[in-house]
């Protein structure tokens, strides 16, 4: 039983793939926000209308304090939302907005549900129809506008629209029943809509996630390039914290090209993936390593990371210490390494890169399996 209601839980409202979550968050928080202003607006201007046409057949409060209470508690809502709630991109914030909205909805809802059941029941037959009509401009619009939290679309749905559908469809009255089954067929193909909607959202994410994986990877050995290690030094330059340092090591193997005149460059290629390993595995939660091209190589070390700039080169080195067996073929494999550190270096992203440069082929001059800090 608890596996089929999971698996119902999963076709309603299927989890959001996990390397998109953060970027659906924001964006979902994003289309919330502009179109709850909008909806919070329109509807506290509508209280004065209803207020006007609800006056026949109903009793006090439910012509003046539910009205009121959801026309002042709307107008609240827009007021808050005029300011950037999901503080710009910020997924744990835009989680909390979403969810706070949700929460709101519902209450306002529950609300309106209670002022349309109660004023239906105690209206004239004349009068009736405008109770459930009323309630489903405000919850569909509601729904819609939840699209991207869909789980909160469904509480509406049951909160707003589900009790004064079973109460038109019990009625007994010809009109009532009509009414009912056309507000679940509206509510069937809207639901439909904010499905699709929300699909729409989670496949523009994964290929904006894949476009930008694409530009961001190395396609044989996964690795971060050139371009998005560029990203990462700006984004620790950006910082300015010389309290914490960092550094860029460059790595390029020792003859490499004979490799490739040995073995063929499918194995090459292949040895370049085991390197690569071997590097992600020194590199961690504490650097970032990249492919720049060909044989070699570059490790950023972040602010705080526990790989200080004096033992990342011996660490990168005695990772390539124990030979490759590539497809049956032992290679022995060494390679140099040039270190800049910031700001002692250079406090640029060219003069690091230009620095552990120097110092990369100072090392190679020295010959194979060798290191340099700074030229």
Known sequence: MKEVFQLLLQLIVPPVPEKVRDDFAVLGASHLQDQSRLLSLAMAFTVPFILYASGFGSTPAVRYGIPIAVGTTCFICFVSLIKDRNASGDPSLARQFMMEAAIFSASVCTLVSVWCVVGWWNASSTLKLFY???????????????????????????????????????????????????????????????????????????????????????????????????????????????????????????????????????????????????????????????????????????????????????????????????????????????VAVWPHDGVTAKALFEIADQALYAAKEEGPNRSLERA
């Open 132 to 338: 459930p009509f009323t309630l489903a401009a405000g919850s569909l619009t509601t729904i819609y506008c939840l699209s991207t939290v869909r789980w909160a679309a469904i509480i509406n749905i049951v909160i707003g629209i589900i009790p004064i559908t079973i109460l038109m469809l019990f009625s007994g009255e010809r009109i009532y029943i009509s009414a009912a089954i056309s507000l679940i067929m509206v509510t069937f193909f809207l639901f439909r809509m904010v499905t699709q909607q929300n699909k729409q959202f989670i496949n523009l994410l994964l290929l904006q996630h894949e476009m930008k994986e694409l530009a961001e990877t190395d396609p044989l050995t996964g690795l971060y390039n050139r371009r998005a290690l560029s990203e990462f030094l700006e984004k620790e330059i950006a910082q300015d914290d010389i309290k914490e340092t960092f550094s860029v090591a460059l790595i390029d193997l020792d003859d490499f090209k004979p490799v490739n005149d040995q073995y063929g460059h499918a194995i090459g290629d292949k040895l370049l993936v085991e390197v690569s390993k071997r590097l992600q595995n020194v590199c961690g939660e504490d650097a970032i390593a990249a492919r720049m091209g060909g044989d070699e190589f570059a490790v950023l070390t972040l602010r705080g990371s526990s790989l200080h700039h004096d033992q990342v080169a011996n660490l990168l080195l005695s990772s390539l210490v124990v030979p490759c067996n590539i497809d049956g073929h032992i290679i022995n494999i060494s390679a140099s390494v040039g």
